[in-house]
């Protein structure tokens, strides 16, 4: 049975640094695309950050120089390192993983865990 189960979230002040971690289980995360989105009260979920299967890294706009994306495939953990956050990163991060990056909105996806930046 696959499953993605997020951790990490909290509290922040701004400039701020938080790591959100998913651990997975079910399926092996070396074949794997995975990836973080977000979704704030009110607006559409937003994606954040995906790792292919061959490691290619890749960024929203809204946080490339500020957020980096992680796997360990040993660990079947991913993770999400933020840093110099800013209010309108506030936000449930989800964890998400499919076969294929082009799946990743309709994949498996973990409950979230809740960042907050004030």
């Known amino acids: 049975q696959v499953q993605l189960v997020e951790s990490g979230g909290g509290s922040v002040q701004p400039g701020g640094s938080l790591r959100v971690t998913c651990a997975a289980s079910g399926f092996s995360t070396s074949g794997y695309c995975m990836g973080w989105f977000r979704q704030a009260p009110g607006k559409e979920r937003e994606g954040v950050a995906f790792i292919d299967s061959a490691g290619t890294r890749s960024t929203a706009d809204s946080v490339t120089g500020r957020f980096t994306i992680s796997k360990d495939n040993i660990k079947n953990t991913l993770y999400l390192e933020m840093s110099s956050l800013k209010p309108e990163d506030t936000a449930m991060y989800y964890c998400?993983?499919?076969?294929?990056?082009?799946?990743?909105?309709?994949?498996?996806r973990g409950r979230g865990t809740q960042v907050t930046v004030s």
């Open positions: 998400a993983a499919d076969r294929l990056c082009t799946g990743l909105r309709s994949g498996y």
